[in-house]
């Protein structure tokens, strides 16, 4: 059997587990990248974070595999020939985790966790009320993947769900809602605004003042799409005013984010470290491994990233 060398240039954390997980893969040599290592014959790359200089150094690179599903990164480094198609990460164990967080966090805050915790805290009963899940309309923006993954889920709860992205959907349960001037019909009302969204330059700060107040009062924001959705100076006033009541944060214009940022003390803001969702070593390998041998029979590689689309 010949095995393919695919370059591991992942998120450092994940070498071991991706390193084991590899062994139940005979048709894969997966090879962790270090300076010096003899680049000739690798065709494949698995990358997250750039390297400098090495995806130029690869003469025979053929793909390169993203470590997760966002490519923006990938997409604006220079190193990457033209030709070298990117694939964006699209395997079950990724789209579970998230679509677990998303219920999580969205049950969260439909149930106000925070009010029964604060309460116990203090060693006060306090029951609460809470609408009936089919009379808190929830949108998700982008319904790509991820956003339709979480709203099948979602749907299971009888929420209202509408669904914003460029092209129209249709998605049984789901209102559609296609491109930038449908934004505004979509969010006017909303309960709880999730954005599963790549960064692009459309994209970028759309989670700001001006759209906030077209959200129902009072409501929820949950981004796992990437820190540069949000406009972090329009959060803490919108959460102070009531605007909002809470938000969940899993990702930050700045990773990590710096111990002074005042997101760390706010009450009503609940963060996760960027970890939503992670690639699933044993599941993500074995998609790879799928696309490689798809592509060394001719067959075009699936979910590549369009390069002027931005993801
Ligand atoms: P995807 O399948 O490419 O879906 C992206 C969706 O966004 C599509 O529905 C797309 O519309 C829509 N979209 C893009 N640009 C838009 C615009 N300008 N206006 C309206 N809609 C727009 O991506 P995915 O696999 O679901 O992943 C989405 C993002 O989740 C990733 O890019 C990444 O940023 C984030 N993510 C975060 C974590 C984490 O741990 N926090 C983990 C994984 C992914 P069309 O369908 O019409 O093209
Ligand atoms: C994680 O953030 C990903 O894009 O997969």
Redesign the pocket.
């Known amino acids: 059997m010949t095995r393919t060398r695919l370059l591991f240039a992942g998120a450092d954390e994940y070498l071991a587990t991706f390193v084991e997980a590899a062994r139940t893969l005979p048709e894969i040599e997966l090879l962790p990248y270090e300076p010096g290592l003899d680049l000739k014959g690798i065709d494949y790359l698995l990358m997250w974070r750039p390297v400098p200089g090495l995806a130029a150094a690869l003469p025979d690179l053929k793909a390169v595999f993203c470590f997760?599903?966002?490519v923006e990164r990938l997409l604006v480094n220079p190193d990457l020939p033209a030709h070298v198609p990117i694939v964006?990460m699209?395997e079950p164990g990724?789209t579970q985790v998230?679509t677990e967080y998303i219920l999580w966090q969205t049950l969260r805050h439909h149930r106000r966790i925070w009010e029964l915790e604060e309460a116990q805290a203090e060693g006060r009963w306090a029951p609460h009320w809470y609408p009936a899940a089919w009379d808190r309309p929830i949108g998700i923006l982008?319904?790509?993947?991820?956003?339709q993954a979480a709203a099948r889920k979602l749907l299971d709860f009888d929420f209202p769900l509408r669904g914003?992205?460029?092209?129209r959907k249709d998605l049984a349960g789901v209102q559609s809602f296609a491109?930038a001037a449908e934004l505004p019909d979509f969010l006017r009302g909303l309960q709880i605004l999730i954005c599963?969204?790549?960064?692009?330059p459309?994209?970028t700060g759309i989670l700001r003042a001006e759209h906030f107040a077209l959200l129902a009062p009072a409501a929820s924001l949950i981004n796992?799409?990437?820190g540069g959705h949000l406009v972090e100076a329009d959060l803490l006033p919108a959460l102070d005013s009531g605007q909002l009541q809470a938000a969940s944060l899993?990702?930050f214009s700045r990773e990590p984010l710096p111990p002074d940022h005042p997101f760390w003390r706010h009450p009503r803001i609940f963060m996760t470290p960027?970890?939503?969702?992670?690639t699933n070593p044993a599941s993500g390998l074995r998609e790879i491994s799928r696309q490689i041998s798809r592509h060394r029979s001719g067959l075009p590689l699936e979910h590549v990233a369009d390069r002027q689309r931005g993801?």
């Not at 982008?142 to 956003?147: A, F, I, K, R, S």
């Open positions: 997760g599903a966002g964006r699209v990724l998230m982008g319904l790509g993947e991820l956003g914003w992205s460029r092209h491109g599963l969204l790549p960064l692009t459309e994209t796992a799409g990437r899993d990702v960027h970890n939503a969702s992670d993801y």
